[in-house]
């Protein structure tokens, strides 16, 4: 009888209940290894039989990565927290705002009481050519299908493009940039703690990899330092269905106001290139102003400087400097 | 087990074939069209021919009744996925290119929008497309002015069109109203059912399930006519080795309209034959004696029989009466049906051959209210009304189910649905719902209503139309229509209308799509 090979490959599946068994088989497995989370990202890639792993790493029996604690000042959530329970957890939602609102915006809430934060920021590009399996640059080719004269990429950057013009679709990573989180990693040579902000890279950097991480290496907790811990938010991701779908822009902004002007504030936004985008130069330019509608249309402006637009993105060009007036504002233009 | 990808999926299961189109359209300075010429390209893909073209100069040519009109399509076939029909094939893209046209058009003159469809509409035996054979096509009937007289009152559109495409902050409000139609019923079918011995009415339903509840509601009409509670009818259906009757399938809106009829002819065949065998039993003609509250009685009183003593006559009587002789003229499935059934009770069998005069189509007044916000393009459907012509109602849930689930589709087409292939190598890049975006249940209207005008079509016994396919069009092209109310008329030049499409088009101050490129 003929046997139909037309199922998810079949892979050797590591279910281990600790951290440092997790990397001893990531150690021992090297490259062969697929780590799952949630298992939003990986099962799309399996199912499509584009990525065949070897060996999977299922994190799902790990117990210390669940789960959010205070650590120092501020919060620690392991990396398999579902986006459920960081969206319904009481001391984020009070202290932290911005997180659960960003974390409720993604996917549906199926795809959240399942889908981790470590996965949601973590998740590889969306891009229809790549996870297609077409041959391009991301997927060890020689060519963006995206980003030639009929290709479609309506979705696609407006930054940063280096031969992949690829963007970051997770919305919690500009709500913890903005909220100046740290990334924990566990690496063969130890614990490393990452600003958020540089735990993504570019095509630039590296063309096959969204994060800093390597073979081995493991995302074990996000924290989040009491720094803006009831700061003033903004976050607002723009989509084209009301539920269940990645952003074609979100903003994210935590502020700190004092005598009537921005003190200080962190301010990023994702959608726009491979790896969510910090914009300091906004940040600077409207610390000590009014939130008014001049220094929102300035921060608007400057927030665009340099976007080069493909053939069907033109629209994030205006979508992102309305968002990031609005997240200067504070709200949608008044009448 | 054969398992396939979603990629796989998307070849198999198709899509709609996408209508590009020019329409130039003159108007009375009341708003009638005068002249209407009108062209469209159907992407077909790589297979058989879709009749999606074809069916959107007919849908037109009977929807907004233009004293002339010119009609070319031309069908290509590329290098893309299939396509196949989709509800309201062909009629929901003409209903979509033309109802933006007329929008502008009523802006233009200074007309209503409701005044201007009013205007073009089409009523009772209303004509349509060329002729054939010499003959001038037309439907049985049309009340769509009364759905959209009914419709606005109940949508308040007079209340609502003041002050939109006013902005407020970011915010602009529109409203906008459609009309749509479609195709809404056959004949020629047949019923079958056995009164039994117990006093039950067994009827046998060969139609599908899909979700409508069209299977048991249209033998509704076996238990009105015949006096007997439903709770005392049993259905079998589900399965042809069930000994079931010719059926229409369940697809072109047909349904309602076709098997409603036959249910009529069969309960007609079994109050024929149960007047007759209580005329054998009881003396005088058959005509003496009506059929009600489960009986067969002389009419004005006097002596009569039960149905469960009838059943158990027809057996004794045999012939006809008990399904042992069979009509000429029923399909060789039913023949094969109600042979297996005879001598059960009395075997009611027979065909619609009702008369018929005309095409029938079902009509539905569309109106949607939307609020779009200019810095996002994001925009979405405050209030919703679909308001249908579809006959005599049988079944008031499911019939609203049916205008605004098939509304819902539509609005899909407005607002997002899409397939997405690539230009240069054809293929789809759309493999997932997150891609091809049908509508969440967060992106149908915050509010949704519907409505029946109940007008009795007169080329049908029951008088009731099918609902299906009709409102669809109509839920597109409502949306789109409040969406150029709003924001302009140089704004889009196709559906689905994304917040992309809307900030490109405000960002350059004209239409930022090429009206020739879809698909992307």
Request: glycine share 10%.
């Amino acid at each position: 009888m003929a046997v139909i090979h037309d199922v998810i490959p079949a892979f050797e599946l590591f279910q281990p209940t600790s951290v440092d068994d997790a990397l001893a088989l990531q150690a021992r497995h090297g490259a062969k290894a697929w780590v799952l989370a949630g298992g939003l990202d990986s099962f799309d890639w399996f199912k499509d039989r584009i990525k065949r792993p070897e060996v999977v790493i299922d994190l799902s029996q790990v117990k210390e990565l669940r789960g959010v604690r205070t650590a120092g000042d501020g919060i620690e959530i392991g990396a398999m927290t579902t986006l459920t329970e960081v969206v319904r957890h009481p001391m984020i939602r009070e202290k932290y705002g911005i997180l659960p609102n960003a974390a409720e915006a993604a996917a549906s809430p199926q795809i959240r009481n399942q889908g981790t934060i470590g996965g949601n920021v973590s998740q590889d590009a969306r891009c229809w050519y790549y996870r297609g399996g077409w041959p391009c640059y991301r997927a060890g080719g020689n060519i963006c299908y995206a980003d030639t004269p009929t290709g479609l990429n309506r979705e696609h950057a407006i930054f940063d493009a280096d031969r992949c013009v690829a963007v970051n679709p997770s919305d919690t990573a500009p709500a913890l940039i903005a909220l100046d989180a740290k990334m924990v990693v566990r690496t063969p040579k130890g614990e490393r703690v990452v600003d958020a902000e540089n735990y993504f890279i570019g095509p630039g950097t590296d063309i096959t990899k969204m994060t800093i991480l390597h073979p081995g290496d493991l995302l074990t907790a996000i924290r989040i330092p009491s720094t803006w811990a009831g700061a003033q938010f903004y976050f607002e991701k723009v989509r084209d269905r009301a539920v269940w779908d990645f952003a074609l822009v979100n903003v994210a902004a935590a502020m700190v106001m004092s005598g009537g002007a921005i003190q200080r504030i962190r301010l990023a936004v994702n959608g726009v290139a491979a790896h969510p985008v910090r914009l300091s130069a906004v940040e600077a330019a409207v610390v000590g102003k009014p939130r008014s509608e001049e220094t929102a249309e300035m921060a608007g402006q400057l927030a665009i400087r340099g976007a080069q637009p493909l053939q069907y993105n033109g629209y994030k060009v205006p979508l992102l400097r309305n968002l990031v007036k609005r997240a200067i504002r504070g709200t949608a233009a008044q009448a | 087990m054969m398992r396939i990808s979603r990629e796989e999926e998307n070849y198999i299961g198709r899509g709609r074939p996408s209508l590009h189109g020019r329409m130039k359209v003159g108007f009375s300075k009341e708003g009638r069209i005068t002249a209407l010429d009108m062209y469209v390209i159907c992407d077909n893909g790589p297979y058989d021919m879709v009749g999606d073209a074809f069916s959107s100069g007919r849908i037109v040519s009977v929807l907004y009744q233009p004293q002339t009109m010119r009609w070319r399509s031309v069908t290509v076939l590329t290098n893309t996925p299939p396509r196949s029909a989709q509800s309201s094939p062909g009629g929901m893209q003409g209903i979509a290119i033309m109802e933006p046209i007329l929008a502008k058009a009523a802006r233009k003159l200074g007309v209503d929008q409701v005044a201007l469809r009013r205007v073009n509409c089409p009523e009772g035996k209303a004509p349509f497309g060329p002729l054939v054979g010499g003959k001038q096509q037309y439907a049985t009937s049309a009340f769509i002015k009364e759905a959209l007289d009914r419709g606005a009152e109940q949508f308040k559109w007079n209340e609502r069109k003041v002050g939109t495409g006013k902005r407020n902050g970011s915010k602009v409000r529109g409203v906008g109203v459609s009309i749509s139609c479609y195709s809404g019923g056959t004949t020629g079918f047949d019923g079958l059912f056995i009164i039994k011995p117990d006093g039950r009415v067994y009827i046998q339903s060969g139609v599908g399930n899909l979700g409508t509840e069209s299977w048991t509601d249209v033998h509704r009409v076996v238990a009105e006519l015949l006096g007997v509670p439903w709770e005392k009818c049993d259905i079998t259906w589900g399965n042809t080795s069930k000994n079931l009757p010719w059926t229409c399938p369940s697809g072109g809106s047909q349904t309602t309209h076709a098997m409603t009829r036959a249910a009529h002819a069969v309960a007609s065949d079994a109050i024929l034959k149960l007047q007759q065998i209580a005329a054998k039993d009881m003396g005088g003609k058959p005509e003496d004696y009506v059929v009600a509250n489960e009986r067969v009685s002389r009419k004005g009183g006097g002596p009569g029989m039960t149905l469960a003593h009838a059943a158990q006559r027809a057996i004794q009587l045999g012939g006809a009466y008990d399904g042992h002789e069979l009509p000429a003229d029923i399909n060789k499935f039913t023949v094969t049906s109600a042979t297996a059934l005879a001598g059960q009770g009395l075997l009611a069998v027979a065909k619609d051959k009702y008369p018929h005069d005309g095409n029938t189509f079902s009509f539905v007044a569309t109106f949607a209210e939307i609020e779009a916000d200019v810095e996002t393009g994001q925009y979405h459907i405050l209030d919703f009304l679909a308001y249908a012509d579809v006959g005599t109602v049988l079944h008031p849930k499911a019939l609203g189910g049916q205008i605004l689930g098939r509304s819902t589709l539509g609005i899909g087409h407005a607002i997002g649905q899409k397939w997405v292939y690539d230009q240069q190598y054809g293929l789809a890049v759309s493999r997932r719902f997150h891609h091809t975006k049908p509508p969440t249940i967060l992106d149908i209207p915050d509010k949704m209503a519907w409505g029946a005008v109940e007008i009795p079509d007169p080329e049908t016994p029951i008088g009731s139309r099918g609902i299906g396919e009709p409102p669809v069009g109509g839920g597109c092209a409502a949306i789109l229509n409040a969406l150029s109310d709003a924001l302009g008329d140089e704004i889009f030049r196709r559906a689905p209308v994304t917040s992309d499409v809307i900030l490109a088009s405000l960002e350059a101050g004209r239409p930022a799509q090429d009206p020739l490129r879809s698909n992307i």
